[in-house]
Nanobody, 115 residues
């Protein structure tokens, strides 16, 4: 059974940084594409970043240059380093992977960017 558990969210001032973690069990994060999504209040869920099994990364334009997705193979964890945070980055951030026709989501972690 696949489990994804996010952590690291919180309240941060504009311009600040946070690092989100997605700890996986039941799979190896190196074997599948892992993604981060976010959903702001009143808005549709949005894809933020991906890392493939080969280690290639991609980002939505709005976070390029500010966010970095990475993984720790020993800890079986995917990270999202978020720098230069803006109020519009406020959302619930969730980890996701699609395996054998099944969508697997974590419970999400709240990120609030406000002064």
């Amino acid at each position: 059974q696949v489990q994804l558990v996010e952590s690291g969210g919180g309240l941060v001032q504009p311009g600040g940084s946070l690092r989100l973690s997605c700890a996986a069990s039941g799979i190896r994060v190196t074997a599948y594409t892992m993604r981060w999504y976010r959903q702001a209040p009143g808005k549709q869920r949005e894809w933020v970043a991906s890392i493939t099994d080969g280690g290639s990364t991609n980002y939505v334009d709005s976070v390029k240059g500010r966010f970095t997705i990475s993984r720790d193979n020993d800890k079986n964890t995917v990270f999202l380093q978020m720098n230069s945070l803006k109020p519009e980055d406020t959302a619930v951030y969730s980890c996701y992977t699609f395996i054998r026709e099944i969508s697997n989501w974590g419970q999400g972690t709240q990120v609030t960017v406000s002064s």
